[in-house]
């Protein structure tokens, strides 16, 4: 029998656009393409570098069809049979049933651990520490969720409550999940956050790839079936025909409502604490704020440095449309420059970047997003 | 014998880039040949209009041979033989000689005008209620420049000073000028404006052709030997291969220094206050105000403005590369982007426009000027 260490396979759903950082980021060019911290690592490499090494097994990857080639780029690794291409849009629940059914496969006491592929995570060592207490707690028969311990708080992410301890051994930070709660609203966020009793949900979990598809079984039995027609086919020649008959008809939903809120209501969820750094990179500040917390420096420059002349100013600059860019006397400005779109902004209203996107989107902009 | 009005030939020296708007003005798009304003009318085309109506003569450019075409198409009016184009900068006073002595050997009795082709003035009839105060008295023997009341303690003029009346029939605020100064300090500008006695020197003249060559013929007898030689071929078949033999020969310099101030000195200077909205639009701070009280918006959008999304904000954006610009949240923000360079400033910064040029002129960017 297997430790289950040695029973642990990441896979990392590759997916969303990040439109609050457009015009860097597109459909053709999302966010976890995207090298937003300078040092040439896109944040799907980073996620791939972080988990291989918690896993004996494959990395899998979840995304869409027109990202093939920049993801086997990206994870030169990659095997064919690890890559799950989206035929189209299917949501969350597809994606993650699909590869929890397909390793279940494989090896039927596997425990899987899904991580978006856009996010930032500091030290490496304490998420792995993290994760090795989630495998723990997941081979207890739980769906573990790692929670992020809030530093303000923010209405921008779902809650954990996890009030009581539970008693794992090997993973002595293990909480007992009772709900999942929606984004609160700014007074909700500060009770959760002075009681103590509650994390972000930052999407991140390790469960039983069994346990996983079954309460899938259970809230959404079509789904079930379906991503389980397509895992049996998928290590035979038959993988692509089926995908293409199957995929279409799935239902589309999220995986927190399809599986992690009934489970939580069931008793089966845990929690973590992610006890590391950790930015979703959700904006231009936050950008900013990652670059000047990793070089000191008060102004980031991404894309063709030699490009900028910057002076008396802070912020950040990208400069990707081969163009020369001059800023002067800018505090905390944001100036996205790319080929066929520019954005100047301040830190402040990165967030409302968004709002320019749905403009796009109403008045015939869609071939800049 | 014609009277003075009849006498008066506009001429429009077109020179200098205007780098403090750069990136939209560069030695080949020089800033006379931009709409500034949004109406669609280049600061040339605009002079051009302003000076026509003044006089039943042709109205004269002097400009660099490269603009040749640029200044045809805004001007489709003038004539060839009206049309000087340097085969290299020699700087105003060999320009504006040339210019006075092809004038005066048209018509001896020619009273010429000088007008920047870069300047922006409201309204025209009080501008031409000026000039012509100013025909009158240089038809009494005076160099007559145009003073610009200032507004400010500027430091960036030259200061004329006028502290007596003339007595000139038809031109009743003609004063006598004692002496040009030059661009003053803080304090001593503020000195200048409290005494009423300085107005700015913006380099408009008005005199006979006759009277300015008999200057130039005392403080640079070459340079004037030079200018007559090119004028007596003008009109000529000789006219292109005597400007190419002589043009290159003739002394580099100011027409402040050869002519305009030994002749205030011999007492053959007068001025006649320039009761007119003026500005040199200097920098883009200077854009936006012009466009601001011209339309009483605090958003001023030059270029194609369907590309610009601007929300929550003023200040300027040119939009000039046929991509999109988004641009959120930015008081009295400067943005202007062209092909292959963008700057972004604000407002009480556009003047540090040229700190940028003059880093590209020293790091091999000398291209985009």
Avoid at 7 to 36: C, E, Q, T
Avoid at 316 to 337: C, K
Wanted: with cysteine; proline share 7%; charged share 25%.
């Amino acid at each position: 029998m297997k430790t289950p260490q040695e029973r642990f396979y990441p896979v990392i759903p590759a997916g969303g656009v990040g439109s609050r950082l457009w015009p860097l980021s597109r459909a053709a060019a999302p966010k976890f393409l995207l090298d937003l911290t300078g040092d040439g690592l896109s944040l799907l490499r980073q996620t791939y570098e972080r988990l291989a090494p918690l896993s004996s097994g494959p990395v899998m990857v979840v995304t869409g069809e027109s990202h093939a080639n920049a993801v086997t780029q990206q994870i030169p690794e990659l095997r064919g049979a690890d890559l799950v291409l989206e035929p189209s849009p299917r949501d969350s629940a597809a994606a993650i049933a699909l590869a929890c059914a397909i390793i279940r496969s494989r090896d039927e006491d596997a425990i899987v651990g899904s991580f978006a592929a856009d996010h930032v995570i500091n030290p490496v060592e304490q998420f792995h520490t993290v994760v090795r207490e989630a495998i723990e707690t997941a081979a207890t028969g739980k769906i573990v969720t790692i929670g992020i311990e809030p530093t303000e708080p923010s209405t921008a992410f779902g809650y954990i409550r996890a009030p009581k301890p539970l008693d794992v051994p090997g993973a002595p930070s293990a909480q007992e999940v009772d709900s999942f709660v929606e984004k609160p609203d700014a007074a909700t966020a500060a009770e959760y956050l002075a009681s103590g009793n509650y994390t972000w949900n930052a999407g991140m979990f390790v469960a039983p790839a069994s346990l996983m598809l079954e309460h899938l079984r259970r809230t959404e039995p079509e789904l079930h079936d379906g991503v389980l027609k397509i895992a049996a086919a998928w290590d035979t020649p038959e993988r692509e025909s089926v995908m293409e008959q199957t995929w279409p008809t799935l239902t589309k939903t999220a995986i927190d409502y399809a599986v992690a809120e009934p489970a939580a209501a069931a008793g089966d969820v845990a929690m973590v604490p992610g006890s590391f750094d950790w930015d979703d990179v959700g904006d231009f500040d936050a950008v900013a704020r990652l670059n000047q917390e990793k070089t000191g420096e008060d102004l980031t420059i991404l894309g063709e440095k030699s490009e900028v002349i910057a002076r008396d100013t802070t912020g950040i600059i990208a400069a990707n449309a081969g163009r020369r860019v001059v800023v002067i006397g800018m505090d905390d400005v944001v100036v996205v420059d790319t080929e066929d779109a520019l954005l100047v902004t301040s830190r402040k209203d990165a967030q409302r970047v968004k709002e320019a996107v749905a403009q796009l989107k109403k008045h015939g902009g869609t071939k800049l997003l």
